[in-house]
């Protein structure tokens, strides 16, 4: 620690002075800065340099823990403790996520309509299981609102749609955003929560004619729709709640920035990640002999 202090200030004030100060030798002083960092200190440099760049890539907002996520992707075996170790030396930090509570009017279910989901999230195939909902941004010209729908098998925002009016067009123009990126017409659930939106006679044939399952959540069961809350909590920690929009076309060209610039390519690279890994765990050993 004292090597360190004089490193430091060696600037500012005589060596000698220094070492003296602190009861140290001059000579061993100017050994320590010779030798060279050990291979721990060295690997943490490197790691360093990675963590900086997902943090600055992020615009800030990636924490410890999505950070870590991000290393282990990229083959990367350091823990979680030591990530946060890292970043909090070096003065690196995200942006947590504000609780706010809000209630909204609910429709009725229609009949036939269940909750097919059951809170499970969880999905082996892509454009096999989908959530959606709204949300809302405020700009200095009015709210804008954003309908999305995500692909819970690779966490990417398939389907989009923004308006200063929230109505069942904006639901069915998100979905319908969804529906052209879908190779196929194979039969996929698409889970929400009983705003009257998607209680609408329009959007529950729209879905009927496009071999769309509907699911709802039951009443005041929040938690069935978390994945979709969970995309729009990213959202707002990430971009939203660091900006400020004066109008309503700002708001519209930063939600797509991030949509399709930052979130779904960050999604797809965890995909190829992925696939990549499946691929090597797989792939018959070669025998030589």
Not at 124 to 147: A, F, H, M, Q
Not at 201 to 216: A, P, V, W
Request: with cysteine; proline share 4%; hydrophobic share 35%.
């Amino acid at each position: 620690m004292r090597y360190e202090a004089i490193q430091r200030h060696r600037d500012q004030y005589p060596v000698q002075l220094m070492c003296r100060c602190l009861q140290v030798s001059p000579s061993g002083f100017h050994g320590w800065c010779r030798r060279l960092p050990s291979a721990r200190a060295r690997d943490n440099a490197r790691l360093l340099e990675k963590i900086r760049d997902h943090h600055a890539a992020s615009d800030g907002v990636m924490g410890a823990g999505r950070i870590h996520e991000a290393l282990g992707y990229e083959g990367e075996t350091a823990s979680l403790n030591r990530v946060a170790r890292l970043m909090a030396a070096d003065g690196l930090s995200g942006v947590p996520q504000k609780r706010a509570w809000r209630s909204k009017p609910s429709g009725i279910r229609p009949t036939g309509v269940r909750n097919h989901l059951e809170r499970d999230f969880t999905a082996n195939e892509p454009n096999t299981k989908w959530v959606i909902d709204i949300t809302y941004i405020r700009t200095g010209e009015g709210w804008l609102y954003l309908c999305g729908v995500l692909d819970l098998f690779s966490g990417m925002l398939v389907g989009w749609s923004m308006s200063v009016v929230q109505d069942r067009h904006l639901v069915l123009k998100a979905v319908m955003m969804a529906c052209w990126q879908r190779p196929d017409r194979s039969q996929v659930i698409l889970h929400s929560d009983r705003g009257t939106q998607f209680t609408s006679t329009d959007y529950q044939q729209f879905l009927k004619d496009h071999h769309i399952t509907s699911s709802m959540s039951a009443v005041g069961h929040c938690g069935d729709n978390a994945a979709m809350e969970g995309f729009f909590g990213l959202l707002k920690r990430e971009r939203v709640n660091r900006r400020r929009y004066p109008t309503i076309a700002e708001a519209k060209a930063d939600l797509f920035d991030y949509i399709e610039r930052f979130h779904n390519p960050r999604m797809q690279r965890r995909l190829d990640a992925q696939d990549e890994a499946f691929r090597l765990l797989t792939q018959p050993s070669v025998k030589t002999g």
